[in-house]
T-cell receptor
């Protein structure tokens, strides 16, 4: 089955700096890659997603890149703010989310003022 | 955006009692919903897939008689933790996929269960 590895497990940056979180997946059939942000005591919130027919997607300060050949995808957050502090999960699926998503283990991002 | 409401957000119960958690899709219909369990500082562990009008599909190692799932309508799935024990204490999260577009997964806000 699919296996998703996520790095780093913790990341601390200064406000205004960029943050990058990387994930690799094992199943070449995976074609949908969402990223979720989870704040303490809350459910994950979808922040951006990308499909395998696209190499990069951007939404304001957040961008995701996908390298199908290498089977890895990354989340980029620019101009970080303290409210970006949370745990971020990457995930992979073979059928656009309708199949079971396989999650990475999460990255705790801390943005220091 | 699509909203998934999960209730209650926190519950404390005595060992041996049963607890029901509700997951509702407020502004969309969801043929499929998922139930996860999350331990502190860990990732989400899929427990079961809930399908409207049919039996839930449980992941390996998850006791179906322990964790009863009912998906009686296109907007509601319930998880009942039966005869709860302290080891069942955890954060339980549901998610739903809008049937109309059949993509993107939206999560509820989670339920923190504490069994004394």
């Amino acid at each position: 089955g699919e296996n998703v590895e996520q790095h780093p497990s913790t990341l601390s940056v200064q406000e205004g700096d960029s943050a990058v979180i990387k994930c690799t997946y094992s199943d070449s059939a995976s074609n949908y890659f969402p990223w979720y942000k989870q704040e303490l005591g809350k459910g994950p919130q979808l922040i951006i997603d990308i499909r395998s027919n696209v190499g990069e997607k951007k939404d304001q300060r957040i961008a995701v890149t996908l390298n199908k050949t290498a089977k890895h995808f990354s989340l980029h957050i620019t101009e970080t703010q303290p409210e970006d502090s949370a745990v971020y999960f990457c995930a992979a699926s073979t059928q656009g989310g309708s199949e079971k998503l396989v999650f990475g283990k999460g990255t705790k991002l801390t943005v220091n003022p | 955006g699509a909203v998934v409401s999960q209730h209650p957000s926190r519950v404390i119960c005595k060992s041996g009692t049963s607890v029901k958690i509700e997951c509702r899709s407020l502004d969309f219909q969801a043929t499929t919903m998922f139930w996860y369990r999350q331990f502190p500082k860990q990732s989400l562990m899929l427990m079961a897939t809930s399908n409207e009008g049919s039996k839930a599909t449980y992941e390996q190692g998850v006791e179906k008689d322990k964790f009863l799932i009912n998906h009686a309508s296109l907007t509601l799935s319930t998880l009942t933790v039966t005869s709860a024990h302290p080891e069942d204490s955890s954060f339980y999260i549901c998610s739903a996929i809008p049937t109309a577009i059949n993509e993107k997964l939206f999560f509820g806000s989670g339920t923190q269960l504490s069994v004394l």
